[in-house]
């Protein structure tokens, strides 16, 4: 083999192994980068969605707590809190009550309102944490839908529920809120349409203060509020353990005005 053939031969080798290396670099590098884009887009949407929680959780842990509190001392007793101020109270008390009620079941589906929002176009992903409070909450939507209670009393539909929630939220910008209770206020005065989204649960509030009876339904919600708090705060950081004891289960005759209103139907999703 002459010289010149050799070395043309040996030339085509270099350039084709260099080829082969550099193809085998190159697809390397496409890979690396393929998986450098996959983690970068996990952690954005870790970190997303921890900013969502985070930003939210308090807010609506306290929102939870002071809705099954106020539960609690409406559903404790005879004697509980419609009892004593709204039944028997002066008409300022009464006010109160009925409004003040009224505007914690409010602040509540609003902050998770807040919440949905924020997170229906983010993947949950595979964070145990984050699919438990959904499920938590889910389970305190249901129990406000639910048909399998022997009466309608402050049942309220999930779009229902959601609605109640949007009207109390207050946005500036991507900053998102909750109105207080003097603007609550000023608005069922003043706003005939947002006043009536709030007739149903206002009927259900004046007849459980006019004739105390067991509302199971009440019961169910305050148990899984205080499931959810637990969930958010395990360790009573922000809520003394005491300041979230279950109502015990109660069963009573239906009050005269859900008389003919028994239903024993499936759970909707609604």
Request: hydrophobic residues 40%; aromatic residues 12%.
């Amino acid at each position: 083999m002459s010289t010149d053939l050799l070395v043309a031969v040996v030339s085509g080798a270099v350039a084709l192994a260099s080829i082969a290396m550099s193809a085998r670099a190159s697809r390397r590098q496409t890979l690396f980068a393929a998986e450098l884009e996959r983690q970068t887009a996990a952690l954005s949407r870790k970190v997303a969605r921890q900013d969502v929680m985070g930003r939210v959780r308090d807010p609506l842990l306290w929102a939870a707590f002071e809705l099954q509190s106020r539960i609690y001392n409406i559903a404790r007793s005879e004697s509980g809190f419609l009892t004593f101020y709204y039944k028997e109270g002066t008409p300022r008390e009464r006010k109160y009550a009925l409004r003040n009620t009224l505007y914690v079941f409010a602040q509540y589906f609003g902050w998770v309102e807040i919440l949905r929002q924020r997170i229906q176009f983010l993947d949950l992903g595979e964070q145990e944490y984050n699919r438990k409070v959904m499920e938590l909450l889910h389970e305190v939507s249901g129990h406000f839908s639910s048909d399998t209670n022997r009466g309608n009393g402050f049942r309220l539909f999930r779009g229902e529920q959601r609605a109640l929630g949007e009207l109390v939220i207050w946005a500036d910008g991507e900053k998102q809120g909750c109105i207080g209770y003097v603007d609550f206020c000023r608005r069922l005065d003043a706003d005939r349409d947002f006043a009536d989204w709030f007739t149903s649960l206002e009927e259900s509030i004046r007849h459980l203060g006019d004739e105390y009876y067991s509302e199971s339904r009440l019961i169910r919600v305050q148990h899984a509020l205080v499931q959810l708090i637990n969930f958010l705060d395990p360790d009573g950081e922000r809520f003394p353990q005491h300041g979230t004891r279950a109502l015990p289960e109660q069963r009573a005759e239906a009050p005269t005005w859900l008389n003919g209103h028994q239903t024993d139907l499936s759970d909707l999703d609604r």
